[in-house]
């Protein structure tokens, strides 16, 4: 089992800047990929970045740029550094990680709570 947490949301300003953080947690966690994903009112739950152990990031295209994906595997942590934030940024923003038991050999998804980040014009 595990469990993901997200912080860091929040009311800010057009052009600001926020930092998200999600803590992964489980006695046998085995966490491999991490990611943001975001979900506006009417719109579709999408991809802003992920990161993978090593290390390499993936990023929507609308975001690349201005926001900074990056991790501590020790910690099971995972951040969302966010610039030039824009009003089109507003959304609930989740964190998911994918975690890979080796005794089951399954890899499984898991979704934090959501933490909402509004950018006023």
Known sequence: QVQVVESGGGL???GGSLRLSCAASGSRANIVTMGWYRQAPTNQRELVADITPGGITNYADSVKG????SRDNAKKEVYLEMNGLKPEDTAVYYCKVRNYDYMT???RDYWGQGTQVTVSS
């Open 105 to 107: 050999r399954v890899g």
């Open 66 to 69: 201005r926001f900074t994906i």
């Open 12 to 14: 800010v300003q057009a």
